[in-house]
């Protein structure tokens, strides 16, 4: 099973990315038309500015693992949003949708957070689309 | 002979005709130059969109035979055509992609007006302009600004200012990895006051004291009419003494720590001075300030940034928990952080 499924989709970029709530440059580091999905397990939480943080292993079809950095938004517009510290630990399985790292480098910009009980988080508060 | 004619005839209508379109050209390129004429000078800009208000400070100035138009110190492109008023210029999202505002209109009466285009095919609005007049010194008459803020815009964010060849070199090689925010180091006055996070200010006679969330920077802004600490260090937030004009309070900072202004590497040098004209709403629950960087060094024109707060008096100012770690980590795992090594060993 891949772990990243490369999706280019230029038109909606515009509306599928909302990183206004950033403040250095998401548009350096992420890229706005290159979405995907990363599943993998969390192995560091780290829920502090400038950006939340969020370690996770995934595997390749052949067992190898690779270290993905999992960012979004800072942990106060987080809180109210309801999300904590304590929404996603170490150890958690997660399938994660976002904006890919530009230049193939291995980190995502959190769009949707899909949780093992099927619980879907965004960092903005919205309801996940049905 | 009727060709002879005719042809006389019709060279005749063509010189009637050419020379009509020159007393009309004339006529009309006095009537252009008189109309440019009134559009000289600064202007109030406000662009209303559908979920936002921004102001801007718009100068449209003649150089040499050409207009030049900037807004908030970055060069704006501007044409006047048949009265049509037409500019366009540059800014940027939160997250540092460029986008642009488009603005179509005309003079009415002492104002312009006309529609909005703004970025990302949002939904068209309107914009409007009136003189730009700096009030004369009046004498002081203090508000409050007690209380707790949180931000309600942070303006227009040019990208392209009116660099000098000193700043555009520093801009050309910027890497966004040279942004101090990123390993938790404050990014100084100019960025800080725009930042998304709340503030509050305590004020007596001798000092307004703004604490900021962000970075848990401090500001004390002095009153009582003392001058600048001699043989001290700078700081991210320089020093800064006020007085009042009105009931606006007019702060200028000096010793700032050099940097940058923006997330595009905008460089801020160590003589740059920055003034902020601040005043609250006629209610009392917005408060604005009317932030302007001088630094002929790197900039031709002073930068404006107009920050805009809104009292949230049950907002509760939270730790500004700020770890490094995360950034490098990343880095590591991103395979870059030789990258960065080197650009800060380049940094010295």
Excluded at chain 1, 27 to 55: C, K, M, Q, W
Excluded at chain 1, 100 to 125: C, F, M, Q, Y
Excluded at chain 2, 8 to 20: A, D, N
Excluded at chain 2, 87 to 99: A, H, P, Y
Aim: proline residues 6%; charged residues 25%.
């Amino acid at each position: 099973m891949k772990d990243r499924s490369r999706v280019v989709a230029a038109a909606l970029a515009a509306l599928s990315v909302s990183p206004s709530h950033a403040h250095h440059s998401f548009a350096a580091e992420f890229s706005y038309e290159d979405s995907g999905t990363i599943t993998g397990e969390v192995v560091e939480v780290l829920f502090v500015n400038p950006h939340a943080r969020y370690f996770i292993a995934t595997k390749d079809a052949t067992g190898q693992e690779k270290l993905w950095d999992a960012q979004t938004r800072s942990p106060n517009a987080l809180l109210n949003t309801g999300w904590s510290k304590d929404t996603i630990r170490v150890g958690e399985r997660v399938t994660i949708e976002g904006n890919l790292g530009r230049d193939n480098a291995p980190k995502i910009w959190i769009r949707e957070l899909h949780k093992e009980s099927g619980e879907v988080i965004r960092p903005t508060g919205e309801a996940p689309p049905q | 002979m009727s060709r002879d004619t005719g042809g006389w005839v019709g060279r005749s209508r063509v010189g009637i005709t050419l020379f009509g379109i020159g007393l009309a050209s004339s006529f009309v390129f006095a009537a252009a130059a008189q109309q440019l004429d009134r559009l000289v000078g600064d202007w109030f800009l406000t662009l209303t969109e559908r979920n936002a208000v921004h102001t801007g400070i718009l100068a449209i100035e003649r150089a040499g035979g050409a207009v030049a138009a900037f807004v908030d110190g970055g060069p704006a492109s501007f044409a006047l055509t048949d009265g049509n008023i037409e500019l366009e210029f540059d800014t940027r999202d939160g997250g540092g992609q460029l986008l642009r505002y488009k603005l179509n209109g005309h003079v009415n009466g002492d104002e312009l007006e006309g529609v909005l285009t703004p970025p990302l095919n949002a939904q068209q609005g309107s914009w409007h302009a009136e003189r730009y007049v700096v009030p004369p010194p009046a004498l002081p008459k203090p508000v409050d600004f007690t209380g707790v803020w949180s931000r309600a815009s942070s303006g227009l964010a040019r990208v392209t200012l009116d660099y000098t060849p000193a700043a555009q070199s520093v801009v050309d090689a910027y890497h966004y990895l040279d942004d101090p925010a990123l390993r938790c180091v404050s990014p100084g006055l100019v960025r800080v006051s725009g930042w998304p996070y709340p503030l509050e200010i305590v004020q007596n006679e001798a000092q307004v004291t703004i604490l900021y969330e962000s970075f848990h920077e401090v500001r004390r802004i002095f009153l009582d009419g003392r001058g600048l600490p001699e043989n001290l260090p700078r700081r991210s937030m320089g020093y800064s003494f006020g007085h009042w004009e009105g009931s606006t309070l007019v702060v200028e900072t000096r010793m700032l720590t050099p940097g940058y202004v923006d997330l595009g590497g905008q460089p801020l040098s160590e003589n740059s001075r920055v003034v902020e004209r601040m005043s609250l709403s006629g209610d009392g629950q917005v408060l604005r300030s009317e932030l302007t960087v001088y630094d002929p060094e790197n900039y031709r024109r002073p930068i404006t940034r107009h920050r805009v707060w809104r009292k949230t008096p049950h907002t509760t100012i939270l730790e500004y928990d700020c770890d490094p770690y995360p950034f490098f980590r990343g880095l590591e795992i991103e395979g870059k952080l030789e990258v960065y090594w080197e650009r800060m060993r380049r940094r010295q």
